[in-house]
T-cell receptor, first 116, second 115 residues
């Protein structure tokens, strides 16, 4: 079974609007962390935001926020006020507790295109 | 800004050649990783290291090998390149916490094409 599922291969959003990128995960480990990375066409991976499984509040970093619904095992990324530079691939990733050796498992990604 | 470097950025090489992809970080991180990524696809962990003289195979089987003789250096070697090795290879590093928001910092990647 997939540990990280991103069901949206591609998304469009109008500049200055908000967009939600979906991510669901599967783990039986009570301790885990969820990450979102951005990958522009240049290829590097840029860390955006982190949510720990025990965090009580949803994580926020500037225009990025994470809609964490633990019971539903979802960790959707919300980008507010989209900019043209937000066009990129976005990957959701999970690190399970100590048993995983701190390795990250990535989803298949969502390609976001911001329209002017 | 992350201080993790990969060379070369692009490499086109013929079948059967031996290649080494370099990865260095100046952050003093104990943990380092190599991922393989086909275009538009997810990243797959192929090797990781928890520190000097520590190397482990990742979730995706790979014919490549790695070494960790110095904390800052984690090179990946292919003894005999094949077209099936054509991919992007991303190196990453992170601090050694048992848990927490220790994100992995990624290098710019090496795009390898084997003809």
């Amino acid at each position: 079974a997939q540990k990280i599922t991103q069901t949206q291969p591609g998304m469009f959003v109008q500049e200055k609007e908000a967009v939600t990128l979906d991510c669901t995960y599967d783990t039986s480990d009570p301790s885990y962390g969820l990450f979102w990375y951005k990958q522009p066409s240049s290829g590097e991976m840029i860390f955006l935001i982190y949510q720990g499984s025990y965090d009580q509040q949803n994580a926020t970093e500037g225009r990025y926020s994470l809609n964490f619904q633990k019971a539903r095992k979802s960790a959707n990324l919300v980008i507010s006020a989209s900019q043209l530079g937000d066009s990129a691939m976005y990957f959701c990733a999970m690190r399970e507790g100590e048993s995983s050796g701190d390795k990250l498992t990535f989803g298949t990604g969502t390609r976001l295109a911001v329209r002017p | 800004e992350a201080d993790i470097y990969q060379t070369p950025r692009y490499l086109v090489i013929g079948t059967g050649k031996k290649i080494t992809l370099e990865c260095s970080q100046t952050m003093g991180h104990d943990k380092m990783y190599w991922y393989q990524q086909d275009p538009g696809m997810e990243l797959h962990l192929i090797h990781y290291s928890y520190g000097v003289n520590s190397t482990e195979k990742g979730d995706l089987s790979s014919e490549s090998t790695v070494s960790r003789i110095r904390t800052e250096h984690f090179p990946l070697t292919l003894e005999s390149a094949r077209p099936s090795h054509t991919s992007q290879y991303l190196c990453a590093s992170s601090e050694y916490y048992l848990a927490g928001d220790d994100e992995q910092y990624f290098g710019p990647g090496t795009r390898l094409t084997v003809t």
